[in-house]
């Protein structure tokens, strides 16, 4: 049988990870409990990638890394993805992997011009989709995303700082720079985690707390991906 692959790239804050458990875990207890058949690949950790015929589909985590901030490792996962998604594997990357597939596929990645974004926002559709094809809230937390789209992308939606919140790279490959699987507990880690270089950067934290909530709408991005991909009805 084929297995749903989790390319990891970073770890959650440690607040975060202690009480809800790694990416993996995470993007499983919001994209389908009952599914168990999750292969975990240590990207940052230099694990060997499978061939992509043996996918049923791939999802990319997020990362506290930088994509403008090359590793060798980033260079290995953008040749991969490109393989991967050549060869037609139903692909998801979120907020870092959302990046990798912007510059794996053509476009550019870099600091957001507007800064940081962090917290529970608004995020507006531009067009419908299978995937990520209304508006709602979604929870956030970058600094650098996706300037220019690969010209063979569609853009599928906006937030106030970020152009594009979520992007149809092909047919069966999206990307979305929020967290599907942050809830208000696991945002609410990061914004208490990075109280002091928020403060710095001139964010209200307070407010960024009192603002935080569940996102049913972001969150249902996971298994709407996997209903795409012909896995789950």
């Known amino acids: 049988m084929k297995q749903v692959a989790v390319l990891v790239t970073g770890s ?8 809800r458990g790694d990416f993996v875990r995470m993007i499983g ?9 999750w292969l975990a690949i240590d990207l940052a950790g230099g694990a060997e ?3 992509a015929a043996g996918l049923s589909a791939l999802i990319i985590t997020g990362s ?15 040749d991969y993805l490109e393989l991967v998604t050549r060869a037609d594997v139903p692909t998801l990357g979120i907020c870092f992997g959302h990046q990798m597939l912007g510059e794996a596929l053509g476009g550019r ?3 957001n011009p507007k800064g940081r974004e962090i917290g529970t926002v608004e995020y507006r559709a531009a067009e419908s989709d299978p ?3 209304a508006s709602g809230t979604v929870n956030m937390s970058h600094v650098d995303s996706v300037l220019e789209i690969p010209s063979s992308a569609r853009s599928l939606g906006s937030t106030d700082t970020e152009p594009h919140a979520a992007v149809r790279f092909g047919e069966r490959c999206w990307g979305v720079q929020f967290h599907p699987e942050f809830d208000r507990e696991i945002l609410l880690h990061y914004l208490r985690e990075r109280r002091t270089i928020l403060q710095s950067e001139g964010l209200d934290t307070d407010a960024l707390e009192a603002s935080s909530a569940d996102t049913p709408f972001g969150a249902e991005v996971l298994p709407a991906f996997l209903r795409a991909a012909g896995l789950i009805d």
């Open 12 to 19: 959650p804050v440690a607040p975060a990870e202690a009480v």
């Open 29 to 37: 207890e919001k994209a389908a409990p009952s599914w168990q058949d």
């Open 64 to 78: 506290p890394a930088n994509l403008p901030q090359r590793e060798p490792w980033m260079d290995r996962g953008l």
């Open 131 to 133: 995937v990520v094809g």
């Open 109 to 111: 990645v870099g600091h």
């Open 49 to 51: 990638l499978p061939a």
